[in-house]
């Protein structure tokens, strides 16, 4: 498995090359265009390198497949605890990121009643998946009972990485 640094040193490289070419030949043109790809890509690599350091403590907790492969998008249906005891029912692609909104009270709903505390989510395979789980949570045929028995029967340790 090569090393991404090791690529990002050999892409840099390609690219500057690339650039000394196309002086040489008097295209500046299209040097100035490789020099704009290759910063497209290093601001790219910076975002990715930032979002992976904002969330790898929780993803091998969380058993989160890569998103690489085409069509696969991971979604999560969550249940969070306001201080009043009522329970907000919610889903997103991005657990970590969504639950620092609330804790930051960016979110409208649950932002008069902080602090939230995650006591269940579950993975679903597609957000229209979770939406449609979120729904059936949120259904007044779901029955209170019900959903203590879920919270209740769910394992603390996979809620540690969000605490």
């Not at 969330?55 to 907790?61: E, G, K, V």
């Not at 979604?75 to 969070?80: F, M, N, Q």
């Not at 269940?120 to 949120?138: G, I």
């Amino acid at each position: 498995m090569h090393h991404p640094e090791a690529i990002l040193a050999a892409q840099t490289a390609l690219y500057e090359e690339l650039v000394h070419f196309f002086r040489g030949a008097g295209r500046s043109d299209l040097a100035k265009a490789v020099e704009t790809q290759r910063r497209m890509i290093d601001m790219a690599v910076t975002r990715i390198e930032n979002r992976d350091a904002y969330r790898r403590p929780a993803l091998d907790m969380r058993r989160r497949s890569c998103c690489i492969c085409p069509g696969h998008m991971s979604a999560y249906v969550y249940i969070l605890r306001c201080r009043d005891g009522r329970y907000y029912y919610g889903s997103t692609n991005d657990l970590i990121r969504r639950l620092a909104l609330h804790r930051a009270g960016k979110v409208r709903s649950t932002k008069p009643r902080l602090p939230v505390q995650l006591v269940y989510f579950e993975e679903c395979q597609t957000p229209d998946q979770a939406r449609q789980r979120e729904r059936s949570l949120k259904n007044g045929r779901t029955r209170r009972k019900t959903i203590d028995l879920l919270i209740g029967s769910f394992p603390r340790e996979r809620l540690a990485p969000f605490a």
